[in-house]
């Protein structure tokens, strides 16, 4: 089976992104084909799939819910638009 894991971060930064690289290895360890989906950061674990990463965006800014903080902006970024697999 081909999966997709999407999260925030590619890097062990807590235990959220514990489970979601974990979570990879087990399901790579029971044959399937694992892709992920998330923001370039320089502390990213290598991954083939890095190309596809949105532009990073820094959450600790202040600002509105039209800010980069927002989870729309990640969602519905430009980046992530013009992002083709």
Do not use: C
């Not at 514990?18 to 029971?30: G, S």
């Not at 990463?53 to 980046?79: I, Q, R």
């Amino acid at each position: 089976m081909r999966i997709l894991l999407i999260h925030k971060f590619h890097f062990r930064f807590g235990g959220a992104e514990k489970i979601y690289l974990e979570t990879a290895k087990m399901l790579r360890d029971a044959g399937h084909e694992v892709a992920f989906f998330s923001m370039h950061h320089q502390k990213n674990e290598p991954t083939e799939w890095e190309s596809y990463f949105v532009d990073e965006v820094d959450f600790s800014d202040e600002g509105n819910h039209f800010s980069k903080k927002s989870g729309l902006h990640f969602a519905f970024s430009g980046t992530s638009k013009r992002t083709k697999i």
